[in-house]
């Protein structure tokens, strides 16, 4: 009989095994769970080393899996640039950069935020000569709210070689004032000819890993997924796995095409980073596409036009950043070469669009087993939600546009309080079949990841916070066990991990969250503000005590 090297015991658990809802012990060893059980059935797994921990009625359920977190991004936002907050004005902003800039040499970068692209009347016909006023000798770059634009200065115009006579790359707007000269707002793939100026070194990549591994595991995360990785990315999380410290089941999409990057990532390329970066808790068989914008710009791919612009001249097939021939040969071709796929879409249409991508897939290669994602999916047609379940694939709601937040009054200035109501229709996908995961969407509209607020927004479709009064949309509120499922165990499936995280059975990783009291017994507001008594990791406590 194999002893136990911990024992959880006098627990209220919550497995998400079908098989066992429910028990109130568990056993673990070797850094998986032996047994799940009643106190009895577990004590028999006791030995001379085992440590035996009486919980005394906390509640336990599986680590949750944020399934769209830039990790990196977010830890270098924390850890170095200058940041005052979504509530942040302006006007506040601006003198953060003040202050800092007065402790930097002249001439070096500052990468700060965030500004509101849906507030951009705010900063005049030019806003680089705004922010000139501010920091007069250093180059200057501000990502937005959504991280689809940057602000910048008259000296990052002119480090980047940016002026009147530069071209917009495709896919991406310099914004220019009636003279032609850029005003200093950089949107989408503009911002690829600032970003390399703001880059991090590797050194602070590594700390930056190591602070979103402790950051995650406090909030009771044990997996996610990265997004949209470049090659720094990939390194500085291999090298955090190598040394022990990537406390976190992980899979991250390869950018092959985004407005972050120049042009596509050779296929080649890609191929040479998934063999190059695998790590036993880092998955690198994923790849990202980008297929639209954001609302607030004007650049997602909706059917409908935006509000106060004319619907007789709207396209949205020309917001479309890969044209729908493209698209499906790209997703065949990924597909084809064993990536999973996760494609950028905010409007209805882009969504309509990867999910067409997904089907030419499907018809040259028949059923590979892949799911591909459709990243984001705040709006998705009643037409498009069956066809999820019908072509494998996966529908990701983030970031937490379900209730109330600092973005929505932006979205209901472009989209309308009707299509607003509209966002993130989860209980629509899943009575329509769709498997649905959760992302924060971190550090780009979102504050933070979060994942308790976002779990009881879910439940409730208001602002657990009680920060945003109303709902949105909320007739799409779901059960508890249902938005559980979401932040576990279709997260696991997503990160190609099923049955090995996100449920609590014999044989899985022993990644648990210890919780004062069990969730069905809280109010969404409660659980919002839940805070974990002990994270484990692959039977470790990484975060807090037993």
Known sequence: MTQAELILTNARIRTMDPGQPRAEALAIGGGHILAVGSAAEIAVLTGPGTRVHDLHGRAIIPGLIDSHTHGLWGA???TLEVFTGFASSHAELLEAVRTRAATQPPGSWIAAGPWKIFQRAELGA??????????????????????????VNSAALAAAGI??????PEGGEIERDADGRPTGILNETAMALVLPFIAHSAADMGRAARHLVQYFNAQGITGFKEPMAFEPDLVAYAQADDDGCLTLHMAAHLARQSPFGAGFTPMAVLADWRDRYARPHLKTDYAKLFLDGVAPSHTAAFLEAYV????????PEAMLLLKPDL???????????????????????????????????????????????????PFVTDIDKPRFAALNAVAEVSPKLWYPNPVTAGQRAVLGPERVDRCHQIRGLLDAGA????????????????????????????????????TVGADQAITLDEALTILTVNG???????????????????????????????????????????????????????
Not at 327 to 347: C, I, N, Q, S, Y
Not at 523 to 530: K, R, S
């Open 327 to 377: 698209l499906a040969a790209e997703v065949t071709a990924l597909d084809a070469a064993g990536f999973t796929v996760k494609m950028h879409a905010v409007g209805d249409r882009a969504a309509r669009a990867g999910l067409d991508g997904i089907e030419a897939a499907r018809r040259t290669n028949g059923d590979s087993g892949l799911r591909h994602e459709i990243a984001h999916s």
């Open 163 to 168: 002026g009147p006579d530069t071209p917009d």
């Open 435 to 470: 498997t649905v995961i959760y992302g924060s969407d971190w550090p780009a509209a979102a504050m933070a990841p979060a994942p308790w607020e976002g779990l009881a927004g879910m439940i409730s479709r208001r602002d657990p916070t009680g920060r945003f009064p109303g």
């Open 126 to 151: 030019r806003p680089a000569d705004l922010l000139d006023r501010f920091a007069p000798d250093h180059p200057v770059a501000i990502k937005d709210i959504t991280h689809h634009a940057l602000w």
């Open 76 to 78: 270098t936002r924390d």
């Open 308 to 315: 106060g612009t004319d619907p007789a001249t709207h396209d």
């Open 492 to 546: 696991a499936a997503a990160m190609g991990r099923a049955g090995q995280t996100g449920v609590l059975k014999s044989g899985a990783s022993a990644d648990l969250v210890v919780l004062e009291r069990p969730l069905d017994s809280m109010t969404p507001e409660e659980i919002a503000a839940v805070t974990p008594a002990a994270t484990l990791f692959e039977g470790r406590c990484v975060h807090g005590a037993l």
